[in-house]
């Protein structure tokens, strides 16, 4: 068997002897509908993904064979009594769907993959992993809702008045008589739910169930409580609830959206060895209580008086006196299912870089980045010493914390003393975006110990890293991650922090294909599509945000309907999102063709959103969306075999460019508007003939020039810009507004020490200082979709049709950048590029997961002048020239890691200022 072994740089060939029995591949990382080992999912026939790796290259898979058994046992011995595929010709390892037995309530599925490489040897067998089925019909629902009701009732003008109130928790003692061999929670809320057993938190998970239309829907969560049960003994479940988005302030709509009542419904299935089962579901019988929470709102914040704290409320053995017996009334019409997403889960902690005291006993401390999450606060005090935290995104020049941006947003915790030696607190029902955290009533002294940042952010892991020479490029692209990380909670929303943080359709859209190269947002946009198609109107518009609580109608924002199930298809393969959401795709675009006028979509809408001093016609703007959407409906028709509809969305794109160049475009090639954003959108959508294409960049480029070589667009055409400006061969313009650091540019607000993105190109000034609070955030993440450009060009990475089964490494070296390194783990596994550029002469390394094939496009001035690991590339292992196009030698090269080296590469500058 050959295989190579690297060290460092070094690249050596080891021959090992001995028996050729198994491949030279393996199989890792299994995946159930895109997560690791999910418990309680209801997806009749659960799509399966694995990876794989080898060290050889041009390494692919001829057969697999998968197994699913209904315990570990069955599995170990070889057997699938659930499913057994056989030994499958395939090369595919994602999106295959289960094929065995039916799948029923509870079931727990254990699973592993066996595959043949190239060479026909089979894989050793994979590490096994398992998913689990949840409670499949409603009658399996045992439980009620239950919760206790406040006499506080809510707010009459809910926009004005706010109010606050403590969290109720329930509890219920048991006894098992047997010992447990499973035991597994179900549980959803009205409101917010922190389940607890036997005092422990069950779960990892915060702000579940997560958010919803509760009104169509409402998603449990389940969990393996196994280790926290006590078999043949007394046992404790209980619960705290809170507001949440169901209750609580969202937006600026104030409290009780969606209903007052808080409820929970639970449902613990104890399985015995001997194969009997026991069912604990919330009751009459359980009962409830307040304790240490005053209050806990998402945008309010939290207030947690430790003097009240009911020490054992949730272990057997609590007094229950002063309990009251619940309520059992409400009835939910809405759908419940089970959780599809990424939960909300604690990133990391994070110890603040500084404390300053502006004021007397008023202390900030710098966390040193712009997160969203808490802090946990470490105090000692006498009982009723009241500790208040406020937070803010930013400072005043005094050094107080700016928290006008926050709008209605309270953002504050209080945290009273039990006096009781050091007491530490952290909350769990809210959250903030901030980078500086005010403390006041602090007895003693603050320091850096008295804090720790606790981050939150959606369990999507990370698949992108980008680290190339220049320090801006590097700082912009950790601002886009911390950014995307404080906005993913739940639903990828706008900002972390003033009374908004809703899941605006546009911004999501523009940002989507950046967001998957930051991380796996699979799961997490399967789900947020849910909420999409929740959200759209009787009339075929998609809403401005989902969930939807205001009522706007935005094309562009309007697409997002489209344009997420088409990243989706193109990023992971994903038919299925395509298939389940088509008839409300075709019902949008059906919108858009009966509401234009010759094709021509009407003036509507929030256009190219805070865009700098250039307004683009929203008629202009609409209908490049409409061919847009059109366009990537025929191929999303094609992509699932509905191929009529391919080409009659594919016709109806023609006539629509035709309408567009006949409403909107001059012979000279103006385009109505004349902003940098109306000639994006034309090239990036393919709207223009050939003969007026190149006169679009010109103008597009001329307005750059004019505006000191400074870009001018809001949240769509920024999206678009730096692609459109590489698309139409101006790659020295795009490197000089990447590299720019003069208003407005990425570089400037880095260069006034952001580290996050901001909403606005003005944000901050050292002119004006802040921008208007009324919309002012320091954490959107909209103007961070340039990183979809950096892994496109500057490492080159992207898939080449859909799923990242064929890859594209094109590189384009430029601005001065002398080299690159970014990696991204795509749904086949590890891709790397890493470039270097000295004298004319570039490296490339690359790496190219198992089972893929890749096109590398290299920078050179013919293929004689490209070698890879010191042979001919054209006679390389595993390499085939195929032809020279736009100066670059492009070669297709199988799975592995490859060295190019290229010789007498002109280097591409940033556009200069004409002499
Ligand atoms: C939000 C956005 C959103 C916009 C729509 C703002 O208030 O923060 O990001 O897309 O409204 O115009």
């Not at 604690?346 to 997160?371: C, H, S, W, Y």
């Not at 592995?896 to 280097?907: A, L, M, N, W």
Request: aromatic residues 12%.
């Amino acid at each position: 068997m050959k295989g190579k072994l690297r060290t460092g740089a070094t690249v050596f060939i080891v021959v090992f002897a001995g028996s050729l029995c198994w491949g030279d591949v393996r199989v890792l990382d299994l995946r159930c509908e895109y997560r690791v080992n999910p418990r309680g999912i209801d997806v009749a026939g659960p799509r399966l993904s694995w990876v794989l790796e080898s060290n050889e290259r041009s390494q692919r898979q001829s057969h697999y064979r998968i197994l699913v058994a209904s315990n570990e046992e069955i599995l170990r011995s070889g057997r699938g009594d659930l499913w057994d595929s056989g030994k499958v010709v395939s090369d595919r390892t994602t999106q295959i769907r289960y094929g065995g037995k039916t799948l029923e309530s509870g079931m727990v599925c254990c699973w592993k993959v066996r595959v043949w490489g190239g060479d026909y040897k089979g894989s050793h067998w994979s590490k096994m992993a398992i998913w689990s089925m949840g409670l499949l019909a409603p009658s399996d629902w045992k439980a009620a809702w239950i919760g206790l009701d406040s006499d506080i009732v809510p707010p009459e003008d809910r926009k004005k008045t706010k109010i606050y109130r403590p969290c109720p928790y329930l509890r219920k003692d048991f006894a098992l008589n047997k010992s447990v061999k499973r035991a597994t929670v179900y549980a959803t809320a009205l409101g917010l739910y922190e389940l607890h057993i036997n005092g422990r938190r069950v779960g990892a998970d915060y702000l579940t169930p997560g958010w919803t239309d509760y009104s169509k829907r409402i998603y449990y969560q389940t969990y393996d409580v196994t280790d926290l049960i006590k078999g043949k003994a007394d046992n404790t479940i209980g619960a705290i609830l809170s507001d949440g988005w169901y209750a609580g302030n969202i937006s600026n709509l104030g409290q009780a959206f969606y209903g007052w009542n808080l409820r929970l419904r639970a449902q613990l299935v104890v399985r015995y060895d001997d194969g009997t089962e026991v069912v604990i579901p919330t009751d009459g019988s359980w009962k409830g209580a307040t304790g240490a929470i005053l209050e806990a709102d998402m945008q309010g914040g939290e207030t947690y008086d430790a003097r009240l704290e009911m020490p054992g409320w949730d272990k057997p053995g609590f007094d229950e006196a002063g309990w009251k017996k619940v309520d059992v009334t409400e009835s939910v019409e809405a759908k419940i299912e089970a959780y599809p997403s990424a939960p909300v889960r604690r990133l990391r902690e994070i110890g603040p870089a500084r404390v300053t005291q502006p004021k007397r006993r008023v202390f900030v401390l710098d966390m040193g980045t712009n997160f969203a999450g808490w802090v946990r606060l470490k105090v000692q005090g006498k009982a009723g010493d009241r500790v208040r935290l406020r937070f803010a995104e930013r400072l005043n020049p005094d050094g107080t914390v700016y928290t006008e941006n926050l709008r209605s947003a309270r953002a504050t915790d209080t945290y009273i003393c039990k006096g009781k030696g050091t007491e530490e607190w952290e909350p769990g029902f809210t959250y903030h975006g901030f980078q500086y955290v005010e403390v006041t009533g602090y007895p003693g002294g603050v320091d850096k110990t008295s804090v720790t940042g606790v981050e939150i952010t959606a369990d999507t892991p990370r698949t992108g890293y980008f680290r190339c020479s220049s320090a801006q490029a590097n700082k912009l692209y950790r601002n886009i991650r911390q950014t995307q990380r404080a906005n993913f909670i739940e639903i990828p929303t706008d900002c972390p922090q003033r009374d908004e943080r809703m899941g605006w359709t546009g911004d999501a859209q523009i940002y989507v294909r950046t967001a998957t190269y930051n991380a796996d947002v699979s799961a997490f946009m399967t789900k947020w599509m849910v909420d999409v198609e929740d959200a759209q109107y009787d009339d075929g518009v998609f809403g401005c945000m989902a969930p939807r609580p205001h009522d706007f109608v935005s094309p562009a924002w309007a697409d997002a309907g489209v344009i997420v199930p088409w990243t989706m298809y193109q990023v992971y393969g994903d038919t299925r999102i395509i298939k389940r959401h088509y008839d409300a795709m075709t019902r949008w675009i059906e919108h858009c063709r009966t509401n234009s006028k010759d094709l021509v979509r009407p003036d509507q809408g929030f256009g190219d959103w805070l865009s700098i001093k250039a307004d683009t016609p929203k008629d202009v703007l609409a209908t490049a969306y409409f061919a847009r959407s059109t366009r990537l409906m025929a191929r999303m028709a094609g992509a699932i075999g509905k191929n009529s509809d391919a080409a009659k969305y594919e016709q109806l794109f023609e006539d629509i460019r035709t309408a567009f160049n006949k409403a909107f475009v001059a012979d000279d090639g103006r385009i109505k508007g004349d902003t940098q954003t109306v000639y994006v959108l034309a090239i990036a959508f393919d709207l223009l003939d050939d003969a007026k294409a190149p006169k679009a960049i010109d103008y597009l480029v001329a307005d750059v020039e004019k505006r000191d070589w400074h870009l001018s667009t809001g949240f769509v055409g920024t999206k678009d810009l730096m692609g459109a400006l590489t698309k139409a061969g101006r790659l020295d313009v795009a490197y000089r507004l990447f590299n720019n650091d003069t208003f407005p540019s990425w570089g400037f607000s880095i260069r006034h020490g952001a580290t996050s993105i901001w909403e606005r190109w003005d944000g901050w000034t050292p002119e004006k200082g802040f921008f208007k609070p009324s919309m002012n955030s320091f954490a959107h993440y909209s103007f961070g979709a340039v990183a979809e450009w950096m892994f496109k060009t500057i490492g080159g990475i992207d898939t080449d049709g859909p799923g990242f089964k064929r890859i594209i490494i094109a590189p384009r070296p430029g601005g001065g950048i002398e080299h690159a390194d970014v990696k991204y783990n795509s749904i086949h596994g590890k891709i790397a590029s890493r470039w270097k550029l000295a004298d004319g002469v570039l490296t490339l390394d690359i790496d190219i997961p198992a089972n893929t094939t890749a096109e590398v496009r290299l920078p050179a001035a013919d293929v004689a002048a490209v070698t890879e690991s010191g042979k001919p590339a054209s006679k390389a292992e595993g390499v085939k020239f195929l032809r020279m196009q736009d100066n670059a030698a492009v070669f297709s090269v199988g799975s592995g890691d490859y060295h190019f080296i290229s010789r007498g590469v002109k280097e591409i500058r940033s556009a200069r200022t004409k002499q």
